[in-house]
Each structure stands twice: as structure tokens, then as C-alpha cells.
């Protein structure tokens, strides 16, 4: 049953380390956080555990908080350079989705649709009032999914590279469309990515993916490929990783397939949005911005000229310089959720 947004539920756990909960423990004096001022990370019961990244920011009443919702096999890391910097005006929430980050599937399903459905969740039961959705890719997707669902609940949407459907004129990349086929094959693709696991490390899988990504891979910071090097390598998301990705990658084809569908879900979005598109993009062509602003005129189009899929990562500052007067132009709103969203999480 849903909750009003004036009763967020209180969250299970103590002050312990993110790599450990101890379920059932209620949330008293010696669990609670001040807002912090560098990021902080915790994790939240959602009928299983979601672990999110406080990046602060300041609670002031009719600024929305920024939910960062990453991309197909990204995490919390995407957000480590360009959250810091909206959390100079805005507070900011970076969470790892079902099979993703820190986030075990743990019994739940990674899918598109799932994955909506936890989001929900943790706007509801976490923030505990309507938010800015902050998405890269499947985030994208994920996002305008659910504003499309529930629209009380989202202010306002920022768009990075968002996974559309393709038109007719769009070449693929053939290595992505080889890519694509294989995940389509049961068995065949698990093994694959773990083969590739295996003889590329963490460090090689986190190289190939930027280089994949961006535009530019030396532009991406030191200490954000770091994290993301430590989270493979660890293998935060759980022993069935390979497993989770597919399962969301099949589901994220499925929606781009499913074109009628959603492209009706994105026209009858009401929030306005920022959309960011790299120029130099190989995973969401620059038809995506023609569809968008066929189903949505009003919403702002940036396009970055020598950016590729994650701007966020490549060009942090820049992306900032653009989503700050978007934050700042939406209407102010009354504040209902405590200052410590994750008071009480592990």
C-alpha cells in the first residue's frame, strides 16, 4: 500500500558499515546522521537491500532532492564527479538498482519494469516526497517510466543519453549489434561475460567500457574509474551479476522494441525536462533527440559537441554548467521529508 508522502517509513539499521546490515534494528538517537557534507554510503531495506550514495547538499523547503538513477551495468559511480557539484545547491541521492553497484538482486528481478518499480519504492519509502529524476541510459528509460506512472511524484526530469528506440535511417555499430544478438542467447551470453570477466580483470572491463562510452576516456577522472574498478572487483552486485545484467539488457531491448509503447509513455509525461545528448554518442544516436522533441516540444535539448554516451562522467563541469539553471527554473515546492533521508540506514 502506498504511504503519504508526510509518513516516509523509518529505515532499518544502524550506523555500521555499508557492508553489513543488521536487519530489524529500529531507528533511534544513536542512528541518526547529521545532512553530511561529503558523500556517504548506506544501505536501505526494500524488501531486500538498495544501497544509495548520500551526496549532502542542502535541505532548504522548495528545493527538490535529485535521485540519480545510472545506466545498464552502471552504479553509483557514474554520479562520483558531476553529484558533488549539484550538491552545492540540491540535495543528491545516487542509488544502485536491483543488480547493479551495491545492490544484490537478492530474490528480486533486475528488469527495466522491476527496476521502475524500486525506484518508486525509494522515492515513497526514502525521500518521502516528489523529486527530480536524474538518469543516464536505462536510468533514462527508467525514469521517464515512471514519471509516465507517477506523475505527482516527479518535478522535474534530467535526461542523459536517454535509451530510445531506433528510426529506420540509424545504423548500429556492428560490434554493438554483435553484442546485442549474443546477449539474446540463453546460456551462450552468460558465458561470454564471464569469459570476458576473466581475461580482462576489473581494470580492462572498466577501460573497454569507457572507451565504449565516451568520447574522450582520458578525460574521465582518476578516482571515479578507481571506484568503478573496486566495485567490479568486488563484486558488489552479487555472484549472479552476469546473470542480473542480462536479464536487465533483455528487458531494456524488449521496451526499445516495444517502440508504440514507449514512445506513448514519453508523450504523456507532464514534467518538464532537460535532455543531454552527446554528439559523439555510439549508443544513442542523434535521432533520439528528433523523436523527443517530436513527442515532447517543450522539453530542453542540449546536444554536446565531442561528448559521447555519459557526459556525466567525461564532462562533469560542463554537465553541471547545464543542469543547475534547470534545477533552479523549476517551481518551488513545500519540503515534507526529515533532513536525513537515510537516518537509520546501515
Known amino acids: 500500500m502506498a504511504r503519504s508522502y508526510s509518513d516516509p517509513i523509518p529505515l532499518v ?18 542512528s541518526e546522521v547529521p545532512v553530511p557534507n561529503h558523500p556517504v554510503s548506506r544501505t536501505v531495506d526494500l524488501d531486500g537491500p538498495v544501497h544509495a550514495v548520500d551526496h549532502g547538499g542542502p535541505s532548504v523547503p522548495g528545493r527538490p532532492t535529485v535521485v540519480c538513477v545510472h545506466g545498464l551495468g552502471g552504479s553509483h559511480a557514474n554520479w562520483h564527479d558531476l553529484a558533488p557539484l549539484l550538491a552545492r545547491t540540491h540535495r543528491v541521492l545516487a542509488l544502485d538498482l536491483a543488480g547493479h553497484g551495491r545492490t544484490p538482486r537478492a530474490g528480486r528481478s533486475s528488469s527495466v519494469r522491476a527496476n521502475r518499480v524500486l525506484l518508486d519504492r525509494f522515492v515513497d519509502e526514502v525521500v518521502g516526497e516528489p523529486v527530480v529524476l536524474l538518469g543516464n541510459s536505462m536510468g533514462a528509460a527508467i525514469s521517464v517510466l ?51 570477466r576473466e581475461r580482462l580483470g576489473p581494470e580492462g572491463m572498466v577501460q573497454e567500457t569507457l572507451e565504449l562510452t565516451t568520447a574522450d576516456a582520458t578525460r574521465v577522472s582518476p578516482s571515479m574509474k578507481a571506484l568503478a574498478v573496486e566495485l567490479l572487483a568486488s563484486r558488489a552486485s552479487g555472484p549472479d551479476a552476469e546473470a542480473a545484467f542480462l536479464e536487465a539488457a533483455r528487458s531494456l531491448g524488449v521496451l526499445l522494441a516495444r517502440a508504440g509503447t514507449y514512445r506513448a509513455a514519453i ?20 535521432s533520439g533527440v528528433q523523436q523527443l522533441a517530436a513527442l515532447q516540444p517543450g522539453w530542453q535539448v542540449e546536444v554536446l559537441d565531442g561528448v559521447g554516451h555519459v557526459p556525466q ?34
Open 313 to 346: 562522467i567525461e564532462v562533469p563541469e560542463r554537465t553541471a554548467s547545464l543542469v543547475l539553471p534547470f534545477l533552479e527554473s523549476l517551481p518551488a515546492t513545500p519540503r515534507t521529508a526529515p533532513d536525513d533521508l537515510l537516518a537509520g540506514a546501515s
Open 146 to 196: 515512471q514519471a509516465a506512472a507517477e506523475p505527482a511524484k516527479v518535478l522535474g526530469l534530467v535526461l542523459i543519453g536517454p535509451a530510445l528506440p531506433r528510426t529506420r535511417r540509424d545504423v548500429p555499430d556492428r560490434a554493438l549489434a554483435r553484442q546485442a544478438a549474443l546477449y539474446a542467447v540463453p546460456g551462450l551470453a552468460g558465458r561470454s561475460l564471464s569469459r570476458r
Open 267 to 286: 508523450a504523456s509525461v507532464r514534467a518538464p525536462a532537460l535532455v543531454l545528448q552527446g554528439a559523439l554518442d555510439r549508443l544513442a544516436p542523434l
Open 13 to 30: 539499521g544502524d550506523r555500521v558499515s555499508s557492508s553489513s546490515s543488521r536487519k530489524g534494528l529500529p531507528a533511534g538517537p544513536e
